[in-house]
């Protein structure tokens, strides 16, 4: 199995940048398709972007298309979220997560990081 770990969040200004990490360990990511979720305070969690194992096919909720984008290092073994103009509603704790299955549930979640986003 894998095992995820993210960094890179932090307190940015609304209008500015941060570049999520998830570390993955135990195997590689390009065996699984891999997302990126997020959980403000109060809500539940949803999801964010996704990329396929293959690497050739991304999906993006309708909030972030343009601003968030999700890739893939296979030498390091890492995804990223690169998200630019951020906004306040993009406050949240992100995770990062590993799916076995094409369309399936994902299996493996990394522990979060905190992204705050002021006005």
């Known amino acids: 199995q894998v095992q995820l770990v993210e960094s890179g969040g932090g307190l940015v200004q609304a209008g500015g940048s941060l570049r999520l990490s998830c570390a993955a360990s135990g195997r590689t990511v390009s065996s699984y398709d891999m997302g990126w979720f997020r959980q403000a305070s109060g809500e539940e969690r949803e999801f964010v972007a996704g990329?396929?194992?293959?690497?050739?096919?991304?999906k993006y909720a309708d909030s972030v298309k343009g601003r968030f984008t999700i890739s893939r290092d296979d030498a390091k073994n890492t995804v990223y979220l690169q998200m630019n103009s951020l906004k306040p509603e993009d406050t949240a704790v992100y995770y990062c997560?590993?799916?076995?299955?094409?369309?399936?549930?994902?299996?493996?979640w990394g522990q979060g990081t905190q992204v705050t986003v002021s006005s």
């Open positions: 990329l396929w194992r293959s690497g050739a096919y991304t």
């Open positions: 997560a590993a799916r076995i299955h094409l369309a399936g549930e994902y299996n493996y």
